[in-house]
């Protein structure tokens, strides 16, 4: 039988046994389907075929689901659950304090200043365009003591499946970091949180450990305040959490790093106040990883020793309660 419609494809399968020949006929979308037993013996002409409907949007939804489902890793309650190490879930009298998007000369300097004055050292996540735009900025993030991470090369979104372009970006920003820094990453936060199967697949291709978040204060958001931060962060932290905040308005509402900057000596008084200390990841009890096709920094370089020195037993004020870890 033939299709007519236009809108199918025949597979064809020959079964082997009494010389007879199986054939399917696959109809997409729009083409009327029914199914009856076919048989021809050899040399005989065609008779009914078995139809069935094969939309054509299946194969694509399979695709799109393998690529994006990893992302439901981004639901807070299901991260901390159930991958309580990609949620940054760490010493359980640490907190590591991370930033997204940088660097920046107009507003990273104000953060290492502060965070100078309040005595911590931070993990910064940086994208692999800004380092090479501002690589003097980049090497200051290290010179005044702190970790760099990769955030991939830009802050574009994964909608589509591309495995080699993310395999290709996410290794183009590590070697960027290191070239420009001299010391390899070895953690990976892709934008937005968001963590398709070709993002896990150049993490791995790449040598870095993807970690996200335990608590974030939502400080890229225009009415975001100093106030609001510092609250948000405080409803979400525990023990050995991970800690978001971006240096940047690179890709949030423009000057809301300021909100970031003015909830930082709250910030940290409160976890100080909770016996914790406040660090970079490098301090914060977990694993490193292999890097693949970036140079390896001595282990001095990579496990910051002074960090816990330098903030440990500072006193806050301001009232904080940790949830358990989780």
């Excluded at 299946?58 to 309650?77: C, K, N, R």
């Excluded at 791995?204 to 948000?232: F, Q």
């Excluded at 690179?250 to 900057?261: I, V």
């Excluded at 990579?302 to 940790?322: D, I, L, Q, S």
């Amino acid at each position: 039988m033939r299709d007519t419609t236009g809108a199918g494809r025949t597979a064809r399968g020959v079964a082997a046994g009494a010389g007879a020949r199986q054939v399917v006929h696959v109809v997409g979308l729009g083409a009327r389907a029914w199914r009856g037993p076919y048989t021809a013996a050899a040399g005989a002409g065609p008779e009914r075929l078995p139809y069935v409907v094969v939309p054509a949007v299946v194969v694509p939804a399979v695709t799109a689901l393998a690529h994006i489902g990893p992302a439901a890793t981004w639901l807070p309650g299901l991260r901390r659950r159930w991958f309580p190490t990609l949620a940054g879930q760490g010493r359980p009298d640490h907190v590591a304090l991370t930033f997204d998007d940088g660097p920046d000369p107009a507003s990273t300097p104000r953060f290492l200043d502060a965070l100078d004055e309040l005595g911590v050292r931070a993990t910064f996540f940086v994208l692999g365009e800004n380092v090479v735009r501002h690589p003097g900025t980049a090497r200051d993030l290290v010179r005044r003591g702190h970790e760099l991470a990769v955030h991939g090369w830009s802050h574009d979104r994964p909608w589509l499946p591309s495995p080699a372009r993310d395999a290709r970006e996410l290794l183009r920003a590590a070697r960027s970091v290191a070239e420009v820094t001299g010391g390899a990453p070895r953690w990976y936060r892709p934008p937005y949180g968001i963590l398709t199967s070709g993002r896990w697949a150049a993490a791995r291709h790449a040598g870095l450990r993807p970690v996200l978040w335990t608590a974030w204060g939502k400080d890229w958001r225009y009415d975001a305040t100093p106030a609001s931060v510092r609250a948000t962060v405080a409803a979400g932290l525990g023990p050995g959490g991970t800690v978001l905040l971006h240096d940047t308005d690179h890709a949030s509402a423009p000057g809301s790093w300021r909100a970031a900057l003015g909830a930082l000596p709250g910030l940290v008084a409160d976890c100080r106040a909770a016996g914790l200390t406040v660090g970079p990841l490098a301090a914060h009890g977990m694993d490193g990883v292999r890097r693949r096709g970036v140079p390896s920094p001595p282990d001095e370089e990579r496990t910051f020793p002074e960090t816990a020195a330098r903030v440990e037993g500072t006193p806050g004020t301001a009232p904080f309660r940790p949830r358990r870890p989780g």
